[in-house]
């Protein structure tokens, strides 16, 4: 069972924890995006990320590793 979250407290969620991964500390997650056709647990993605001066490669993991972690936890309560 994931705890629902609206859009805000999910993108302020994963910003916080893509900033704690090694190497990510500048890179910021602009906002998380619902998927429409998916109506419980990982409904969400992160499908953009403002790299500041961390690498690519870092951010690319951290953005896997923090949606699988979060995505265990948190689901986006939908509007309608």
């Known amino acids: 069972m994931t705890i629902g979250k609206n859009n805000a407290e999910l993108t ?10 090694p190497g990510c500390e500048t890179a910021r997650v602009r906002a998380v995006d619902g998927l429409p056709d998916v109506r419980e647990g990982r409904n969400w993605e992160i499908p953009n990320v403002v790299l500041g001066e961390s690498l690519i490669s870092d951010v690319d993991r951290a953005v896997l590793t923090v949606h699988r972690q979060l995505g265990r936890k948190f689901h986006e309560l939908m509007n309608g």
């Open 12 to 21: 302020q969620l994963a910003d916080e924890a893509l900033r704690g991964q």
